[in-house]
């Protein structure tokens, strides 16, 4: 497939990377520095010459001197400083290269006091010790004010002032090479986003008809349904920059930050527009504020302020169009959505049968496929699966080819490269007969239940070698995608799910915990039909919503100020009393029938896989 992928591109500002520059100004000034200091020392000091010197000890004038190698530097005495020069108390002279033995003597007959100092190293030298030490503490500390700073912020751009640059730079695309033929069903979307498309090829049209550009779409679906796919075929359609960040690289950040990077990023789109800047995960951000969950909300509300302030602010002459991803559009903040804003939404679904088709034809077609291979009845039975999971099917299928050493993709790659995904890898686990047993009846028990049940969906498989987390499976698979479900589908739904532990009541006398799973999901079942969809007498037509899900928690909210604590009772006892109402049918269906199920569960413990007609056949055999 086409698709190139975000390739991240290297800055091409001069002077990215470590500043060097930098450095090298403060080593100046420093030099500098310590230059002038010494000068302005040697201003306050007068030079003499060392007759004059030996004239001045003689005259009394001298309280003291030091002595280093051939340099002597004295002091005066108070108030006789000497023959209308400046008036400083110091000054230094140079002895002769020769020694000079009568100094000695001719200082300690006059009162001078003497010390001597080690040879003075050169004032470079000086220079050297003085400041190299705070040019290397200080090349560290800006080293690593870079690297953090590249870390964490800019990406590399600009050195030391470059927080804030907008790390969107880096994955400008000149072209994202992704056309609307990589994106396969959608239509709707493909539909809407096309209008976007022929508003960036040619916006005087528009504008000469005094038409307003939309800023911003908003894509919104179930992760892996292909927005960030759609967002980079829209920006190769138009043949425009691309600017692509996700909202939680936002977040990452310092304060502050977030705010000075979406400036950044409009500033860069908007001299380059027409362009699109690509916002993934656009409720990262987005989020409501104020909520305050999720921490670190000052720098998030701060960041959204930003964004809707440059939305706000879009010149009517520049052609930027704001694409943004989310999968939580219940979250967003509602000023996101406002017009002039957000306002366009793009709805994407999880692909029905026949996207699902064209989705496999998209990533199949540079596969080489075996001629057995329908991608019809592949797609039949991927049903659930988005754009992203279709895609891991084909590779999966594929590697799978690979592993079986065919040069070609067949149907069985396929067949064992879904049932890898859905029901995960085969384990070697050794378990007892008695267990092989009660796993043999507890599938048998699921099986049964859905071929006697005439709103069940029909059969497809099923196995008691353990796969993935579980010991056994059986699969049904429904005739068409469902968007709607009745009541008695739901009912006998439910009734499928509580077959396994209704076979082990029957046939040992008590029940394992092999059916957790399904008791579980019998029970959120049970708890939406009685709370969210009004198929509770008692309850009536009434909707009772749980608390909103809290991802950052981790949690539901427990407490639901919408209905009262009766109602939370009275909806437990809906719950109940409509699964144990299914239980009590579907035990004495299997009772009648355990004939029929005893046959499945011996034949299993034989065979251990059957597909749907191996069931029928047992089922019809033993009737
Ligand atoms: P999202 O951003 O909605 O989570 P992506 O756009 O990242 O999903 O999709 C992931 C991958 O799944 C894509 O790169 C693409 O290969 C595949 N995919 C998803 N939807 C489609 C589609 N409609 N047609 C073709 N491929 C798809
Ligand atoms: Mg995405
Ligand atoms: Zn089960």
């Known amino acids: 497939m086409a698709q190139t992928g975000q390739t991240p591109q290297t800055p091409q500002t001069p002077g990215a990377g470590f500043d060097w520059r930098m450095l090298l100004w403060i080593a100046a000034v420093m030099v500098i520095g310590f230059y002038w200091m010494e000068t302005a020392r040697d201003a306050a000091v007068q030079d003499i010459t060392y007759t004059q010197f030996r004239q001045a000890v003689q005259q009394e004038r001298v309280a003291e001197v030091t002595i280093e190698g051939q340099s002597v530097q004295g002091l005066y ?7 209308g020069e400046r008036a400083s108390r110091q000054f230094e002279t140079t002895l002769p290269p020769f020694d000079d033995p009568a100094l000695m003597e001719l200082l300690e007959s006059h009162g001078v006091a003497v010390s001597a100092r080690p040879t003075q190293p050169a004032w470079w030298q000086r220079l050297l010790v003085n400041v190299l030490p705070w040019v290397l503490i200080l090349g560290v500390i800006l080293y690593f004010t870079y690297r953090m700073q590249q870390r964490m912020a800019s990406g590399g751009q600009g050195g030391l002032f470059g927080f804030g640059r907008s790390r969107a730079r880096r994955f400008r695309e000149e072209s994202t090479g992704v056309t609307m033929d990589d994106v396969a069903g959608a ?54 920059p691309f600017y692509s960040i996700s909202g939680s690289e936002f977040i990452e950040m310092f304060v502050g930050v977030g705010a000075a990077r979406v400036r950044d990023m409009f500033k860069d789109a908007k001299a380059e527009s027409p362009a699109i800047i690509f916002i993934d995960e656009l409720d990262s951000i987005g989020r409501a504020r104020g909520a305050g969950l999720g921490g670190g909300h000052d720098e998030r509300e701060q960041t959204l302020n930003q964004i809707l302030s440059e939305m706000d602010g879009f010149d009517p002459a520049e052609t930027v169009v704001v694409l943004a991803a989310t999968n939580r559009p219940d979250v967003l903040d509602p000023a996101l959505l406002r017009p002039g804003r957000f306002d366009r939404k793009v709805t994407l679904d999880r692909p029905g049968r026949e996207a699902r088709v064209a989705i496999l034809k998209v990533h199949a077609q ?64 050794t378990l007892s007969e008695t267990e092989k047993r009660v796993i043999a009846y507890h599938e048998s028990g699921h099986a049964l239940m859905a071929w006697l049940l005439p709103n069940a969906d029909p059969l497809d498989k099923i196995t008691i070698i353990p796969r993935g987390r579980a010991l056994g499976a059986t699969e049904q698979r429904p005739p068409e995608d469902r968007y709607n479900m009745t009541e008695s589908y739901l009912r006998d739904r439910i009734g499928v799910m509580l077959g396994g532990r209704l076979a082990e009541q029957l046939i040992f006398g008590e029940v394992s915990t092999g059916s957790e799973a399904d008791l579980k999901q019998a029970t959120d079942l049970a708890r939406r039909m009685v709370s969210q969809w009004g198929m509770s007498g008692e309850i009536g037509p009434s ?40 239980a009590e049918d579907g035990a004495k269906r299997l009772s009648q029938h355990k004939a029929q199920l005893e046959a499945l569960a011996e034949r299993l413990l034989e065979v251990e896989t059957l597909d749907a007609s191996g069931i029928e056949q047992t089922f019809m055999k033993a009737a």
């Open 187 to 240: 239509q709707g979307a493909k539909t809407d986003l096309g209008e976007v498309i022929d508003y960036l090829r040619r916006p005087e049209a528009y504008r000469r008809l005094g038409a307003k550009i939309p800023r911003g779409v908003l894509m919104m679906g179930p992760p892996g349904t292909g927005k960030t796919l759609l967002a980079k075929a829209v920006a190769g359609e138009a043949g425009v």
């Open 543 to 582: 909707s009772f919503p749980r608390g909103e899900s809290q991802p950052f928690l981790g949690r539901e909210i427990a407490s639901n100020p919408e209905f009262s604590e009766q109602t939370a009772e009275l909806i437990d006892r809906e719950i109940r009393s409509l699964l144990d109402g299914i």
């Open 366 to 429: 540079d596969k080489p496929l075996a001629d057995d291979v329908d991608l019809n009845i592949v797609a039949q039975r991927a049903i659930g699966f988005a754009g992203a999971d279709l895609e891991n099917l084909v590779n999966e299928a594929a590697l799978m080819a690979g592993r079986l050493s065919r040069d070609r993709i067949d149907m069985e790659c396929f067949t064992l490269a879904r049932d890898r995904i859905v029901l995960g890898d085969k384990r070697d686990e």
């Open 77 to 83: 005495r108070e108030g006789r400083v000497g023959d």
